[in-house]
């Protein structure tokens, strides 16, 4: 399996900044996703990372709130712009392997807090 | 639209017990279904997956079943043991969308001793 890494691991921030996280993986990945897991909730997928071009977002995400990036194959970002406390949340990075394997593995997470 | 329902929500059992959660589907063309344990503070970790062509499938205490028919499968622990406890999401994988998996709600497992 993947190695995923994200930074940062926590933070807090004031409502109206905006923060950017990181996802790196130790090798190359054919998918990349980010999900947001809202306190005691499941998981929500937000956009999926296509390397080269722009995300594809899920019903009820925007890319003005959330643009990602995907400069290569073992690595994106997610920001969340214009933050209020609604968007306190944990933010999961995950990857699929190389190939078509249908398999995600998930990162630790970035534990964000606006206030 | 695609829906994964978890239960229970909430389990508790003590130490040596066996634990069971259930989740049902609505696709009846889903084909891959993996289970995600989460520890306070870690995100989701893969614990088992199968894949429907299979009934069943075991690694060591850990067992998830399939039923293609009924649409719905099940994990099942057994001998469980403290470090079991944590949350437990089912997920299941939708026929056209590439690889995008829905969670079910989750179920807070809790042993005791």
């Known amino acids: 399996s993947a190695v995923i890494s994200q930074k940062p691991s926590r933070d807090i921030c004031q409502r109206g900044t905006s923060l950017t996280i990181q996802c790196q993986v130790d090798s190359q990945v054919t998918m990349m996703f980010w999900y947001r897991q809202q306190p005691g909730q499941s998981l929500t997928l937000i956009a999926t990372a296509n390397q080269g071009s722009e995300a594809t977002y899920e019903s009820g995400f925007v890319i003005d709130k959330f643009p990602i990036s995907r400069p290569n194959l073992t690595f994106s970002t997610l920001t969340v712009s214009n933050m209020s406390p609604e968007d306190s949340s944990i933010y999961l990075c995950?990857?699929?392997?190389?190939?078509?394997?249908?398999?995600?593995?998930f990162g630790p997470g970035t534990r964000l807090l606006v206030l | 639209g695609e829906n994964v329902e978890q239960h229970p929500s909430t389990l508790s059992v003590q130490e040596g017990d066996s634990a069971v959660i259930k989740c049902t589907y609505s696709?009846?063309?889903?084909?891959?279904f993996p289970w995600y344990k989460q520890e306070l503070g870690k995100g989701p970790q893969l614990i088992i997956d199968?894949?429907?062509?299979?009934g069943e499938k075991k690694d060591q205490r850990i067992a998830v079943t399939l039923n293609k028919t009924a649409k719905h499968f099940s994990l099942h622990i057994t001998e469980t043991q403290p470090e079991d406890s944590a949350v437990y999401f089912c997920?299941?994988?939708?026929?056209?969308?590439?690889?995008?998996?829905?969670f079910g709600t989750g179920t807070r497992l809790q042993v005791t001793l």
């Open positions: 696709d009846s063309a889903s084909n891959y």
């Open positions: 199968i894949r429907s062509n299979v």
């Open positions: 997920a299941a994988l939708f026929t056209g969308t590439a690889s995008k998996l829905t």
């Open positions: 995950s990857v699929t392997g190389q190939g078509l394997t249908e398999t995600q593995y």
